[in-house]
Nanobody, 123 residues
Framework: QVRVVESGGGSVQAGGSLRLSCTAS????????MGWFRQPPGKEREGVSC????????TYANSVKGRFTISRDNAKSTLYLQMDSLKPEDTAMYYC????????????????WGQGTQVTVSS
């Protein structure tokens, strides 16, 4: 079955940077869109950024545009999220997801979720 594993979370001060990584196994990584989602404390999970199978199309939530960059290396079956200029409101559990469509960066199109990695941004 598909297994998705995130890494790279941690604690950082506002203005700092983190890079999340995600590996996926049990599938042909390079043919599927992938996405990053997050769930802040007490809130619903939301789409942060999604990327097409070849990286040619990317989408970002308005709240992270210009600060976060999604990318992928299909040869390594790895997805990345570079997070710069972090803000306290970026504090959340971040999830990597294997998707079946990029019709929208939404949980409706997710086939497999990772277990999540915590990102905490202090002011």
């Amino acid at each position: 079955q598909v297994r998705v594993v995130e890494s790279g979370g941690g604690s950082v001060q506002a203005g700092g940077s983190l890079r999340l990584s995600c590996t996926a196994s049990g599938l042909t990584f390079g043919v599927y869109p992938m996405g990053w989602f997050r769930q802040p404390p007490g809130k619903e999970r939301e789409g942060v950024s999604c990327i097409s199978w070849n990286g040619g199309m990317t989408t970002y939530a308005n709240s992270v545009k210009g600060r976060f960059t999604i990318s992928r290396d299909n040869a390594k079956s790895t997805l990345y999220l570079q997070m710069d200029s972090l803000k306290p409101e970026d504090t959340a559990m971040y999830y990597c997801a294997q998707m079946i469509s990029l019709e929208s960066c939404s949980g409706s199109w997710v086939n497999a979720w990772g277990q999540g990695t915590q990102v905490t941004v202090s002011s």
